[in-house]
T-cell receptor, first 115, second 112 residues
Framework: EAGVVQSPRYKIIEKKQPVAFWCNPI?????LYWYRQNLGQGPELLIR????????DSQLPKDRFSAERLKGVDSTLKIQPAELGDSAVYLC?????????????FGNGTRLTVT | GQQLNQSPQSMFIQEGEDVSMNCTSS?????WLWYKQDPGEGPVLLIA?????ELTSNGRLTAQFGITRKDSFLNISASIPSDVGIYFC????????????FGQGTRLTINP
């Protein structure tokens, strides 16, 4: 089966510019996650979707970050405006309802560099 | 936020040696997962543990879910060069359905 697909793989932008990341989860997985991974650290959850509904966005900096998952499949994470501290790898993951029987599967991430 | 204490932070071993790493937490988890991450890629699931005391193997990898539900360890036997990478533990909080908390990672380096 195809894995979680993310694009772009790399993005370099200047601070104050907007940026968007896209994720296509594994087919049939109705739960989608966005994680941020800073250099040398483990991933940290930004937002979790069950179908179209954001059920946990407590860690999402809502002043500049937004996300959507229209139709309950693909998802987009946006940052506007970007700050230097936003440089990190943004990982998307998906799982089927019924976790823990279907652990999270991750994409390869988007590495964001803000200059 | 919630944190797992993963140790050691890094390991430098000779090929063929066994490896052991662990995670501890002040919170109780109902699931422990171990992931491996290679440079430029996302974490890949190695082993999932769902019951306290559970001992599970995947080839040369063995992991255990601690009886107290607050810790887990991962062992790698007879290490080979492709074992190089960063290993992460992740725990699912009982009160946080489907929310995983990750450790800081253990970076494994193998000298041939």
């Amino acid at each position: 089966e195809a894995g979680v697909v993310q694009s772009p793989r790399y993005k370099i932008i200047e601070k104050k510019q907007p940026v968007a990341f896209w994720c296509n989860p594994i087919s049939g997985h109705n739960t989608l996650y966005w994680y941020r991974q800073n250099l040398g650290q483990g991933p940290e959850l930004l937002i979790r979707y069950e179908n179209e509904e954001a059920v946990d966005d407590s860690q999402l900096p809502k002043d500049r970050f937004s996300a959507e998952r229209l139709k309950g499949v693909d998802s987009t994470l946006k940052i506007q405006p970007a700050e230097l501290g936003d440089s990190a790898v943004y990982l998307c993951a998906s799982s089927q309802v019924g976790f823990p029987t279907t652990p999270l599967h991750f994409g390869n991430g988007t590495r964001l560099t803000v200059t | 936020g919630q944190q797992l204490n993963q140790s050691p932070q890094s390991m430098f071993i000779q090929e063929g040696e066994d490896v052991s790493m662990n995670c501890t937490s002040s919170s109780i988890f109902n699931t422990w997962l171990w992931y491996k991450q290679d440079p430029g890629e996302g974490p890949v699931l190695l082993i999932a543990l769902y019951k306290a005391g559970e001992l599970t193997s995947n080839g040369r990898l063995t992991a255990q879910f601690g009886i107290t539900r607050k810790d887990s360890f991962l062992n790698i036997s007879a290490s080979i060069p492709s074992d190089v990478g960063i290993y992460f533990c992740a725990g699912q909080l009982i009160q946080g359905a489907q929310k995983l908390v990750f450790g800081q990672g253990t970076r494994l380096t193998i000298n041939p």
